[in-house]
Structure formats: C-alpha cells, structure tokens
C-alpha cells in the first residue's frame, strides 16, 4: 500500500495543470492521496473536482466567515478502490470524520467521540479550532489515518499563534485517546513545522524554535514521545532534503526551502508474536518513505526566472509530495463506503426525488386551471394553430399575417421532456423555410429578440470627414472631425441599401467625387495621428528611463534591484522598498541574493 501526501496550493489549478482530476490523481500512483489546501469551499464541490473513476474522496472545507480564510485552506482524501460497496480492500475507509474535536455535523457518530480531556475548552473553541477545514480522519481497520493542514503564525501574531498552539494541544489529545484504545495512527500532511536545523534553510525565527519546533519533537519517540517521523526514522541524516520553497522569493532556483510535510506514525505492528517488545509499525511495515522530488517546479535546464522577471509563473505547487510504501496489510472485513464521501454531496449526486412527488408534479401540469383558461395543447395543435394564422400568395386562408414567399414548408420537433419526464412549456422548434431561406421560430412562445449589430466603428472610419451636409453645409469647407461618418465600402452591413445606377450615373460620380476627397482627408489625419502617436512613444520611453535610472543597484551584483510594498499591516504598510532581484539561497552561493535592503524614497500615505 502506497499513501501521498501533497499540498496542492489549490486543487483547481492542479486538475487544470494534469487536464482533469483522474490524471492528477493516477500521476502519484497511490492508494490513498491525502491533499492540502484545496481553497475550495463546501458549495464549489461540483463532480468534477471530487469525483474521478475508481477513487472514492472525503473533503473538509472551511466553515469560518473570518475576512480573508473563506475559500481558505481545506483538505481532502482520495482513495483508490476497486469497488465502493461490499468491499474488504484497506484503502477504502470503514468510518470517516470531519474535523478532530468530534463536533461538526457531517460525519458526527461514524467514528469515536473526541478525545477526553478536552473539558478545559469550550464548545465554541473547538468549532472555532475545527471550523477552517484542517482535517479529515479515515478509519482503514488497521489504522486510523489524520490527513492534517497546520496552522501557519507568524511570531508577531499572537492571536494565531494562539490559535496555533489550541490546535496541536487539541490534536495531542485525540491522538493520546486513540493510542490509548490500542490503535494505530498516522499523520500525515503539511504541518507547517520546520522540526530540526537539518529540515529548514536560514535561520529560522526565535519563537517557532522555542515552541512549535520543542512540541514537535517531544511527540518523536526519541523524546519519549509515541510517534515516528517515517522520513528520518528511514533516512536519519539527508540533508537539503525539502518538500515547501517560498513563492514570493523564487527560493526554489537553489533548493533553500524547508521541510515542513510529514508522516509520523504510531502504534504496533500486525504480527502475532508473543514477543513484541523489538517490534513496531514502522521496522515492521514501513518499507520506504521519500519526496517526490519530480514535482518541483524548478527543475535543471529551466530558464532563470528571478533574471527574467515575476511575469514568469512555473506551473505547479510550491510544495513537493511525501509518500510511504507499507508492506504487509492484510484485508479488512466487508464493507461499503462511508456516508462522508463525495459521492453523497448533494452538488454531485443532485436532489433525490420521491415518487409521490414525481406524479403530484405530473398531475399538476396537466391539469386544466378553469379560473385562468389555461388550455394545454400538443405540439401538432400548436403547429395547426400557428399555420391557420398564417398565409402565402396562393394559399387560400383568412389570416391577418402574410409573406412574400412563394414556397412555404413547416418542419416541426418533438416536444423536449426534461429527464425526470416532466414536459417543457413552449419548447416546439419550429424551422420554417421561406424563399430559400430558413428561420427557426418558438411554437407557441414570442419570437426571439433580433441580435444587437455591433455599433464600434473601425479605426478608419473614426477619422473619416463626413459626407453629409450639416446645418446645409455640403460644400467640404469644414474640416472638423466627425466620430459618427458615412462607413466605408469595406465596412457596409448587409442591411444598408445601396441603389443600383447605370454606369456614369450622375450618383455614381458624386459617390466617386466624394470618396477621393475622403481618401485625401484620411492621409492627413492619418499623418496627425502617426505624429501623436511617435511623440507620445518618445515620452513613455523617457519616462521608463528615469524610473530606471531611480532604481538602485545591489551591491553584491551590481544589478537592478525589484521593487516591493509592505503588505503586512503596521507603521510600514503600503511603504515601498528594493531588494536584490536574485533568487533566495545560501550565503555561501555567490549566485544567490545578496540580501540587499534599501526604502523607497517615498513614505506611505496615511489613511
């Protein structure tokens, strides 16, 4: 059994980088597929982003109306089954929960309560801790697997930091009940925990040294603790070896990055031994575990994008995959898949209709409403009905409309029924030929609106002199430029009329004499107009070299720096500043940013 793990930095984009869900999904070849950070919210889980052949998926999106974490986060679990009823295969979950504190609706009573010990918190904190859809546990028989998304905090922010703190305090505790019942867990996904100096690039800042990183490894069994972290436990000493690359700093290019998604893993093995002591899941099971290095986004021979510009986007997550080979797994007892997946969402499987009301809403449509003289008619009716109301020359008939056509032919459709089998009101195509021509018309619903003709005028016409006399004026001795002229040959719809002269005509030749003064009023304008468009050309271009020679240059390359705005709020926001344009690295990497700082002249506005 193979299990992934892999921030996804929104699913949306993945599914459009693979062409579909399906080919995303087959790419990492697994049996269970955890994802993170789906920013997908409960009412956009349409078919195609749940739903693919042979898998079965459970999501969790946020349920937080905070400004700024709706459509946020979000994990999902696919997994990959040959049948998703009556089935024994591990990978297809007996139970399922959304959430790990036991409150939230969907799935409520399919797995264990929460934890105990959790009665130091209230009901509203652990909604709140549970509310921005950072976790989903599947329950496979012979383990039960957490598919997490941590919190990120920065160490200036006290309140998610706080917030930070409650979620893996919480968490600790559900584990710690579990394990106390004799099961095994998994954990995997992106915490957002750096553990060691051999898992992060640079310095990492004071406060995650002291308390996330600290928490982290006192869960590691080395510490006393329960837990594996399967990647160290089988290589100890990997350096370099990263799975997340800032976004905004293109630390990617030289590998500086950090690894913060993990599986961890804890509980006995599945032998039977009496002696059990040298034994656990891990030694026992794991056979391999390792980044999916593939999925980087910077890969050898990619062009330097840091040296071409921000407007250079690499296709992909700013994460790499994590998996684990298991060996070992026997079957699990019969069973079907569990009332959270996907399949069951109401936006996929649609609305269920009862029978009852399936003939009620029949009866009701074909009944006669006598207060309102509503009389329903077939399609034939309809089409006798319209045909009686209309002639041609010589076809007898005492109608009130009439045509010029001399053939006339009435090619009907069938009534179109929705697929529940309830008919549509004044849905009878009618094709009607006349002259040659065909018109489609609505049988017994008013006609359609006849398409808007497009009212821009083309470049050329916009600087036409007019034709037309104005205010009696028809000599050409004004030279004004009109914005609405008489268009040219090259741009007359079908619809204008143009009368049809002997050759000589005394119109023709006006028509000719015009058109020659307009073919010399257009070069003139058009000459204007080429000499506005070079003088303006000439004063962007000098404008873009004074705001070139602005920026300043880096001191460890001697190269235009880029241009950044404090986004982050305080006394510096919107204040504009220059780093080095390089890609983040090591020091030692003379290739790499320099580190260069300097502000911008300019002060932030004040609000």
């Not at 982003?49 to 999902?76: D, N, P, Q």
């Not at 399922?96 to 130091?120: D, N, S, V, Y």
């Not at 039960?144 to 990120?152: A, K, S």
Request: include cysteine.
């Amino acid at each position: 059994m193979k299990i992934v793990t892999y921030n996804v930095n929104g699913l949306r984009p993945r599914i459009a980088q693979f062409g579909s869900l399906l080919k995303l999904l087959n790419s990492l070849d697994a049996d269970i597929i955890c994802v993170q950070e789906t920013k997908l919210r409960r009412q956009e889980l349409t078919a195609d982003l749940v739903m693919a052949e042979g898998y079965e998926s459970f999501f969790s999106c946020t349920r937080t109306s905070e400004k700024g974490r709706t459509g946020y986060s979000g994990v999902a679990t696919f997994c990959r089954v040959k049948s998703a009823f009556s089935s024994d295969e591990v990978a297809l979950p007996v139970a399922a929960e959304e959430g790990f504190t036991g409150l939230l609706e969907i799935g409520k009573g399919e797995m264990a309560a929460a934890a105990e010990g959790l009665e130091e918190f209230s009901k509203d904190e652990l909604l709140k801790v549970d509310g921005e859809g950072r976790c989903i546990i599947t329950d496979h028989g012979h383990f039960v697997l957490f598919n997490l998304y941590g919190p990120r905090a920065v160490c200036d922010d006290t309140e998610r930091i706080e917030f930070k703190l409650k979620f893996f305090k919480i968490l600790q505790k559900r584990w710690e009940s579990l394990l106390f019942q004799g099961r095994r867990i998994f954990v995997v996904g992106d915490l957002n925990i750096a553990p060691t100096s051999l898992d992060r690039c640079g310095a990492e800042p004071e406060f995650e040294n002291n308390q996330f990183r600290r928490w982290f490894r006192s869960m590691l069994v080395e510490n006393k603790g329960s837990f594996f972290d399967v990647f160290r436990a089988k290589h100890p000493n990997r350096r370099e070896a990263y799975t997340c690359w800032p976004q905004n700093t293109g630390a990617e290019e030289f590998n500086y990055g950090s690894r913060i998604d993990h599986i961890l893993c804890a509980g006995s093995c599945l032998h039977q031994e009496q002696d059990l002591q040298s034994h656990n899941f891990v030694t026992c099971h794991v056979k391999e575990c390792d980044i999916l290095t593939q999925y980087k986004r910077w890969k050898p021979g990619n062009s330097l994008r840091w040296k071409g510009g921000q407007s250079i986007k690499l296709e992909g997550s700013d994460h790499a995959p994590v998996y684990t080979n298991l060996l070992e797994i026997p079957s699990v007892f019969q069973h079907s898949t569990p009332s959270l997946s996907a399949r069951y969402i109401p936006m996929v499987r649609g609305l269920q209709q009862t029978l009852v009301s399936v003939l009620m809403k029949r009866q009701t449509a074909e009944q006669v409403n006598s207060d309102g003289d509503i009389i329903k008619e077939s399609c034939s009716e309809r089409e006798r009905s319209s045909s009686d109301h209309c002639s041609t020359p010589g076809v007898p008939s005492g109608n009130s409309c009439s045509s010029s056509s001399q053939n006339f032919e009435v090619l009907s459709s069938k009534t179109n029924e929705h697929s529940n089998g309830f008919p549509m009101e004044d849905t009878c195509n009618t094709l009607v030929t006349l002259g040659g021509q065909r018109t489609k018309t609505m049988c017994g619903s008013e006609p359609k609106k006849k398409a808007k003709r497009s009212s821009q005028l083309s470049l050329r016409s916009f600087f036409q002199k007019s034709s037309i006399p104005s205010n009696g004026v028809g000599n050409g001795t004004d030279t004004s430029i009109n914005q609405i002229d008489v268009p040219d040959s090259n741009h007359l719809s079908n619809e204008t009329p143009i009368p049809e002269n002997q050759s000589g005509s005394p119109k023709q030749c006006e028509l000719n004499s015009s058109a020659s003064i307009e073919d010399q009023d257009e070069v003139d304008v058009c000459s204007l107009e080429k000499e506005k468009n070079n003088f303006a050309l000439m004063e962007w271009q000098r404008l873009q070299q004074v705001m070139q020679n602005s920026i300043p240059l880096c001191k460890g390359h001697r190269e235009p720096c880029v241009a950044r705005v404090v986004r982050k709020r305080g006394a510096n926001f919107g204040r504009r500043f220059y780093v080095c344009a390089r890609a983040e690295g090591p020091a030692s990497n003379p290739e790499a940013n320099c580190n260069y700082f300097k502000w911008a002249a300019s002060k932030p506005r004040q609000k």
